[in-house]
């Protein structure tokens, strides 16, 4: 179980280095991928049943917006830091999570401290930090939709971290809210490629009024 | 039986956005009929037992989905009368939202009824999308609030555990999450901003996303609230006040922009934010009884202003503009339908006012106190510019009709700054086709065409002298008394005098096109008069309504 939750976490920074470095939009994307099949084996998981529906929907989430942009070659927007700091921001609150979570949990959290908890109370901080990176600093639609299902997963992920595994409604619910934001994510990116044929999303001179 | 109304809108939603959209003309409404018929049938009190919880059907669960429906449904009958139906994408998406509110409302579980409530505003969202940069970016920001909403209000339920077990030193977080969900989702000042915008961009969309959906969102975190907000902790009393402070504010400034704003989309959008902002005091207050007044007045509020959106919808598309300088006189150019929207826009102002003795006026009282003085006056004081804005709108309907109005014609393209686009058509393929104005068919003016005989004839010749419009009701009235001669000369006195008056009424009743469009903003507004007036049962629904089940420690809440 321990290696599990280490693995995810793993599996976590992965993804979130892949999406925040990726100067490819199928990287990014998989990357994306690799965080949410991941999160959810990070905290205590409900019935197998429930598990399997969570994957599943991530597997169709990433795939909606893989759809968008597998044959596009769409270029990325420049991250705003560069990617490099961003990433080493993500392993800083992943090590911070690490070092104090034993005491952070030890508060809040209605389930005892072990060390599968503080690996996933490392990687939420890590997802925290990312999802907050990419919503507010992100050049570019593929980054933006990210981050809003990266915000999710945090939440989702404290949820667990601090309160235990949900039951099967908790599951398929999460599961219908991670398949209905990559809907928008992917309509959102294909609209975006089909405006501009990029996913900057800075105002081009003739879009910007007076201009 | 329960998840038949889920089963019936996602399906219909699905095939919205899949069957092209010449087929797919009469689907929404086959959609929402098979939803109603669902929760007709719908047992009350047989559960349906799922792993770990349940799925209870409430009374005020059905109210709410059964509101929602017709609401849904009148608004889209408006679009089409009034010559503007909404784009398929549009409308499936809508379908697809209100469809996860069933369960997101009936969940046993905050947590679970949250994450629902926020995939029915991603799926309505998702229908909304569309090339275009203004587009896009609302789209995203969008996107941005809600699920930044999300993630606030699920850290918030997993911080504020029920007493004995919740840790003080992490209530200041927990309710500081707990204000950034629900300033994100209602739309409280200052980050109201994507709620405007989407209301000026989409009068069809907007009232389910800025209404419908973030109502849902409050009313699965009521149960919870409950549970953990009714002891006053100093930390938690700190934020209970800056949260009622935002109320307030948005209460108030609300109302001003709503009375100040000449845009009727933003009338109607302001006028939202104020209604929800007065049902987010509700966790700003320790008392358990101002949940039933909030659970009432969320579900009253927003049937209300789906009326109001639909009436500025039938007024933009009707006369071209929605400034309301630019319609100077809407009531009077069409006096059937015109009386009958007055009548709308009365019976939407009396529902979200209230009188004394009434469930709305209780509700408002009982909110507002919720926030200490002198916020509670700030915000029961709030309501004034909102009546008044009403109050503005229908005096600018029975002013003296603005020339446009009257001659029928459209202002030159430099008379006004233009407007955006409405986001709820559907793209066409290819350069945009110019938009038809006025639309033909409608209205007492444009039916010139179907004047035969002697009447064309008059109207042939009076049109030197007088503009078309006038020219053609003088000919409808003339054509009014050659039909009903024969019976009038039976008649003599007073008795000819009714007769004739009563048949020059029903003539131009019969030649105003626009009645049934007018009649489906009817609907609306007496449905939020009903509920107001206690039909339906929505203060008992409300007070029985359960929450959801209390978080313990060691299972998720």
Known sequence: ?211 | MLLAYPAAMGLGALLLALVPERRGRWLLPATLLAAVVALLALPAGQPLRLEGGELAASPYLRLWLLAAAVSLGAAWATATLAGAPPGPRVLAGLAGGLALVAPALAAPRPAEGLALAVAGGAVALAGLVRPGAGALRLARDLLRDLAAAGMLALLAVALLLPEPFRPPELDLVAGLALVGALALRLGLMPLHGSAIRLAESAPLAGPVLIAWLPAAFVAALLGWHAAVAGSPETELAAVRLLLAALCAATIVLSGLASLAKDDLRAVAGYAVLAELALAGLVFASTDAAALSAARGWLLLAVVARSGLFALVLLLEAWHGTRRLPELNGWARVAPASGAVLLLALAAILAATLGWPGSDPFAWRLRLAQSSAWPLSVVALLGVVPLALAHVRLAWHGLRRPAEHLVADVPMEPGDRPPLPPALDDEPAPGPLPPRAWPRPGLGPLAPAARLRGPAERLRAAAAPRLSGARAAALARAVAAMGAGRRRMARLSGPGAALASRADALATTVRVDGRLPAALAVLVLALMALGLAAGYGGLAEAARMAGGAALPSPGGAP
């Open chain 1, 1 to 211: 179980m321990e290696a599990l939750a280490a693995g995810a976490a793993l599996g976590v920074l992965l993804g979130l280095a892949a999406l925040l470095r990726a100067s490819d939009a199928r990287l990014a994307v998989l990357g994306l991928g690799l965080v949410l099949l991941a999160a959810p084996l990070l905290a205590p998981t409900g019935s197998p049943g429930g598990l399997g529906f969570r994957v599943v929907s991530a597997i169709m989430a990433t795939f909606l917006l893989w759809r968008v942009v597998r044959d596009a070659g769409v270029p990325l927007g420049r991250p705003a830091l560069g990617g490099t700091l961003e990433i080493a921001f993500i392993v800083l609150a992943a090590m911070l999570g690490a070092v104090a979570g034993p005491d952070l949990l030890a508060g809040p959290a209605s389930t005892p401290v072990t060390p599968t908890s503080v690996a996933a109370l490392a990687a939420t901080l890590a997802i925290g930090v990312a999802a907050a990176d990419l919503l507010l600093f992100s050049t570019d639609a593929l980054r933006q939709v990210a981050g809003a299902l990266l915000a999710l997963s945090l939440g989702d992920a404290a949820l667990r971290t601090l309160a235990g595994a949900p039951p099967a409604t908790g599951e398929l619910a999460w599961g219908l809210l991670v398949l209905a934001a990559g809907l928008v994510g992917a309509r959102l990116v294909g609209a975006q490629v089909a405006a501009r044929g990029d996913l900057g999303i800075a105002a081009r001179p003739h879009e910007v009024p007076g201009a």
